[in-house]
C-alpha cells in the first residue's frame, strides 16, 4: 500500500505551542490551520514511555474462556472443554493449550475487561485498530473506504512525517504478513481497520503479502519451507510485486533487490510519480529495509522456537522490523485457509492449531524482545476485535460476543504477571475497570507520548481529535 497521495503537512520549527497558537487565534498573518495541528503535534509534554509497538490482532475473536478469562466453576454449557494450567501470575487461569504462554507470564498483564457493542468482525476490527466505530452498520459490508478512520499505525506514521518530513531511513508503521482479509476466500473479503482512512494514502502502512503455496500438503502452515514464508511487498510500481526469493532462484536478495529497485526507479520516471511515491519506493527498497525483510538472516534454531508457520515468522518478523526502527508494527493472525478464531464450529481447529501456533509464536516473541533488551521499549498488545458466547453451540463452537473479551500487554513499562480488570462468573461481562477501544487507542498513544488530544486535519480540512472519548488505562503501569 504504497501510493502516496495529498499536499505537505507544514511544521512550525523555532515556535512554541501556545505562542503559534495565541497567534493563530488572533488571526495574525502568515499562521494557518495546519501549521496550528503541526503546533499542538509536535509540543506534546508527554514522556514516551515505548519507542515501538507490535500489535497482535486475533482477527475472529478468540474465547475468553478457553485462554485468559476461564471460569471452571461456571455451569457445563458454559465453563468450556479446557481445564487452566498453573502459570506465574496470581489470579490468572490460562487454557491449558497455552503453556508456554503459562511460563511467561510474568512477562505481561492481561486485561479481563475489553469491550464494545459493535458485534461485528468488520466492525470490531475498525474498531480495535483505530479507536472509532466504522461508520458502516453492523453486517453492512468489509471493504475499507476513504471514510474510514485512521489507523493507530496510520497515526504514528503521521507523528513520525511531521517530525522527521521524508528524511527517514525506514516507514514507522508495517502491517505482517498480509492485509487483514487477503486470506479469507482468495481475497474476497478485504476489512477495514489497517489503513489511513480519510487522513490520506500517504499515511497508509507498508504491508507484505505472503501467499500459501499448497493448500493440500500444509494444510495447517507447519512446517513451512522458506519458499512459502517468502514475504513479498505489496504494490510497487504498475501493480508489480518485490519478491523476496533468494532460495527459489538462487540469487542473493542484495541482487534482486538492486534490479528490482533500477527497473522501478525507470519505471518512477516513466510515469511521473511524485515525490512521496518516490519516497515509499526508497523507503522498501532501502538497504535497511531489505535487511529487515530478510529472515533467513535468524538462525535456523531461533526459527524454530518461533514456529514455521506463518503466525510464527510474522512475529520474528514483527521482531527484526522494531529492532531495525520501524514504530508501529501490526501482525494479522488472520483466517488461514478456513481455520479461523471465528469458532461458531471448529473447536478442534483451535485446539489443534490456533492456540498453540499463538502459544509458540507470541511467547517467543516477548522472549526473544526481552533477550535482546528490547521489550521495556516495546508495546506489545495481543487481542482480537471480540470474545464469543458464554453459552456454547454443539462441539464447543462459540457465537460472536464483542461486550467482553481479553487483551494481553506486554514492554513498555507494563508490569507483568497481574490482571487488570474484572469480569462476571460466566465471562460475559466486566463488573469492575471496563476497557473500550478507545481506552485502548488512548493507551497506546500514551505509551508512545502521543497526546491522545492531538488532532489532525481530516477531509474536510477540520481539526479532529484522534481519540474521542477514550483515556489512557494508566493503572497498567501501576
Known amino acids: 500500500m504504497l501510493t502516496i497521495l495529498g499536499s505537505t503537512q507544514r511544521t512550525c520549527e523555532g515556535v512554541s505551542r501556545r505562542r503559534l497558537l495565541q497567534a493563530g487565534g ?26 515501538h509497538v507490535i500489535f497482535v490482532l486475533l482477527f475472529g475473536g478468540p474465547s475468553q474462556l478457553e485462554t485468559f478469562d476461564m471460569k471452571p466453576g461456571a455451569p457445563d454449557a458454559i465453563r468450556g472443554p479446557y481445564k487452566p494450567i498453573a502459570c506465574r501470575t496470581p489470579d490468572l487461569l490460562i487454557g491449558e493449550h497455552l503453556p508456554r504462554l503459562a511460563e511467561v507470564s510474568d512477562k505481561y498483564c492481561v486485561i479481563r475487561t475489553m469491550t464494545h457493542s459493535f458485534n461485528d468482525h468488520s466492525g470490531g476490527g475498525h474498531y480495535l485498530q483505530t479507536g472509532h466505530r466504522w461508520h458502516v452498520p453492523i453486517g453492512g459490508g468489509f471493504k475499507p473506504t476513504p471514510k474510514d478512520w485512521p489507523s493507530l499505525g496510520s497515526i504514528v506514521e503521521y507523528t513520525a512525517q511531521q517530525q522527521a518530513g521524508l528524511e527517514r531511513p525506514l516507514p514507522a508503521y508495517m502491517v505482517l504478513p498480509n492485509s487483514l482479509g487477503r486470506l479469507q476466500e482468495a481475497g474476497q473479503y478485504p476489512r477495514p481497520g489497517e489503513h489511513a482512512g480519510w487522513l490520506g494514502q500517504r499515511y497508509n502502512p507498508v504491508t507484505t503479502k505472503i ?5 493440500t500438503d500444509n494444510p495447517y502452515w507447519r512446517d513451512c519451507t522458506d519458499e512459502e514464508l517468502t514475504f513479498q511487498i505489496e504494490g510497487m510500481a504498475a501493480g508489480q510485486d518485490l519478491t523476496l526469493d533468494r532460495l ?3 540469487r542473493s536478495l542484495l541482487e534482486q533487490f538492486d534490479d528490482r529497485r533500477q527497473a522501478v526507479d525507470q519505471s518512477a520516471l516513466q510515469a511521473g510519480y511524485s515525490a512521496f511515491q518516490q519516497r515509499a519506493i526508497g523507503l522498501v527498497t532501502s538497504p535497511r529495509t531489505r535487511e529487515a525483510l530478510d529472515i533467513t538472516r535468524e538462525t535456523p534454531a531461533l526459527r524454530d522456537r518461533y514456529g514455521r508457520h506463518l503466525f510464527g515468522q510474522a512475529c520474528l518478523m514483527a521482531r527484526r522490523l522494531v529492532e531495525t526502527g520501524v514504530r508501529f508494527v501490526t501482525v494479522h493472525y488472520d483466517c488461514v485457509d478456513g481455520y479461523s478464531w471465528d469458532s461458531h464450529v471448529h473447536s478442534n481447529d483451535v485446539k489443534n492449531h490456533l492456540l498453540p501456533t ?7 516473541l516477548l522472549v526473544d524482545l526481552e533477550e535482546r533488551g528490547l521489550l521495556a521499549e516495546t508495546l506489545v498488545v495481543a487481542l482480537g476485535e471480540m470474545g464469543r458466547t458464554p453459552k456454547a453451540n454443539a462441539n464447543w463452537g462459540r457465537d460472536h460476543w464483542s461486550t467482553l473479551f481479553p487483551a494481553v500487554i506486554a514492554g513498555g513499562g507494563v508490569p507483568g504477571g497481574k490482571v487488570y480488570g474484572k469480569s462476571d462468573k460466566d465471562a460475559a461481562y466486566p463488573i469492575e475497570k471496563p476497557v473500550s477501544p478507545e481506552d485502548l487507542a488512548a493507551t497506546v498513544y500514551y505509551a508512545l507520548g502521543i497526546d491522545p488530544e492531538l488532532r489532525v486535519l481530516n477531509a474536510e480540512n477540520r481539526p479532529t481529535h484522534i481519540v474521542d472519548g477514550g483515556s489512557p488505562v494508566t493503572g497498567l503501569w501501576s
Open 26 to 51: 488572533a488571526g495574525l498573518l502568515g499562521v494557518n490551520l495546519p501549521t496550528v495541528v503541526a503546533a499542538e503535534q509536535l509540543s506534546s509534554d508527554l514522556v514516551a514511555r515505548a519507542k
Open 211 to 215: 501467499d500459501k503455496r499448497s493448500l
Open 248 to 250: 527459489s532462484r538462487r
Open 358 to 364: 499463538f502459544d509458540q509464536g507470541f511467547s517467543s
